[in-house]
């Protein structure tokens, strides 16, 4: 048998073929899930959605994950965000998914709700208990069953156009504090009822997701989920490591073919899930004009692999790590001992669509981006892009955010008193 009918059978490296779930990727490389900023006030996404995703496809990674698509108007994040909440939206997602599999790519849905860490004050978010959101402070009322379940059918319903609109799979957001991470910590949740109550109560929801999702995928279609292992905020008590394994064997159990991992609840972004300047030290500052990193130390690469070592020791599932994944050294060396299976990145394929490539031919040994995170402070205000480059750029960003051009909207915005009531 020649061995890349085989992909597994082939040595571990990142830039070999290999499988997820049913799924035949051309590397190990996943562009991870970033908000690309690029919808209608209807969810309804155009040629610059498709340009995006055709340029990662062409640039060799190996698997996409979409940005965050909400599956119910209720679970929507803002107001750029893509939806998949009705048949209209098929579409134009299958002008994404002609456009990837045209350069011989492999793309998944991410599907979300975003619960009560909404920030589109146009609808009523959706919570298991009356707690603030410790991002937001927003306000919210328990859901009912029957809210529950609508949820449950939401996600049903965006997989079904999820397969329609040609995705090879769906990518579950269960992780960085959006719905599904409410409603598995305790600081959240807090119900008494079958939803509820005890750390299996308080997965149910998630799981019963995954079956309704699984209901809808044919046999060669993904299913894999980001899940947060952990909770990453000042208040005690929340989800811990063990709890929140035991819960990712549950999920496999109920039909996933791999887990993305990162935090569950977040008190802010940088610190729980987009720490800046991995990888960065002063040779690379230097080159991108940081001067305030010249003299400090890089942030040290792949801050979730403690989280992928405890899945790795308790469930058999394929690992995808992300988190400040930057030297390809690094990442051979992940795959070659088994701790982990995939890697994803969001930040470097924002500067560079074509880095799977780059890297793959030698030509590059990590990417050119410096986690600076001004991309993603731009995330509800302008499409996805690269602030650093051309350096123009740099001044349109200065120019806006001193104008307080951020102002009203965007991560981490604190909602008036009667946006809520």
Not at 26 to 49: C, F, H, V, W
Not at 253 to 279: F, K, P, T
Not at 400 to 406: C, I, Q, V
Request: glycine share 10%; proline share 6%; hydrophobic share 35%.
């Amino acid at each position: 048998m020649d061995p890349h009918d085989n992909p597994d059978a082939l040595p571990r490296s990142v830039f070999q073929p290999a499988t997820l779930g049913p799924v035949l990727l051309r590397n190990r490389l996943i562009r991870a899930g970033t908000g690309e900023s690029m919808a209608d006030p209807d969810g309804r996404i155009g040629q610059d959605y498709a340009a995006l995703h055709d340029n990662l496809a062409r640039g060799g990674v190996g698997l996409a994950f979409t940005g965050h698509i909400y599956s119910h108007r209720r679970g929507r994040y803002g107001e750029l965000q893509a939806g998949l909440d009705t048949d209209d939206a098929i579409p134009g997602f299958r002008r994404v998914t002609d456009a990837v599999h045209r350069h011989g790519g492999r793309i998944f849905a991410q599907i979300a709700h975003a619960g009560s860490q909404s920030m589109s004050f146009a609808t009523r978010p959706l919570a298991p208990s009356p707690v603030d959101n410790v991002m937001t402070g927003r306000k919210v009322c328990a859901a009912s069953d029957d809210e529950i379940h609508e949820a449950i059918d939401a996600f049903r319903s965006a997989a079904r156009r999820a397969v329609e609109a040609g995705f090879d799979g769906v990518h579950l957001h269960g992780a960085n504090g959006y719905l599904i991470s409410q409603f598995r910590s305790p600081l959240t949740n807090r119900r008494d009822d079958h939803w509820g109550g005890s750390q299996e109560n308080r997965d149910r929801f998630p799981t019963e997701v995954i079956r309704a999702i699984r209901s809808e995928l044919p046999p060669d279609r993904g299913l894999t989920m980001k899940v947060g292992i952990a909770d990453l905020v000042d208040e005690p008590g929340g989800l811990s490591v063990d709890e929140a394994v035991q819960g990712v064997a549950r999920f496999v159990a109920a039909g996933l073919h791999g887990v993305e991992i990162s935090s569950n609840l977040m008190s802010d972004y940088v610190s729980a899930s987009i720490r800046g300047y991995v990888a960065v030290g002063p040779k690379e500052a230097a080159r991108d004009l940081l001067l305030h990193r010249l003299h400090r130390t890089a942030e040290p690469e792949a801050y979730f692999l403690p989280f992928a070592d405890a899945v790795r020791t308790e469930v058999d599932t394929s690992i995808i790590l992300v988190g400040g994944i930057r030297r390809v050294a690094t990442m051979e060396t992940l795959i070659r001992d088994g701790r982990a299976d995939f890697l994803s990145m969001a930040r470097p394929f924002i500067r560079e669509p074509d880095l799977a490539r780059r890297l793959s031919t030698g030509g590059q040994t990590s990417p050119a981006c410096v986690s600076c995170n001004i991309c993603l402070m731009h995330d509800e205000h302008h499409p996805l892009q690269c602030w650093r480059i051309p350096r123009t750029n740099l001044l349109r960003h200065a120019a806006y955010r001193f104008s307080g051009g951020f102002k009203g909207k965007g991560s981490g915005r604190k909602p008036t008193a009667h946006e809520d009531e």
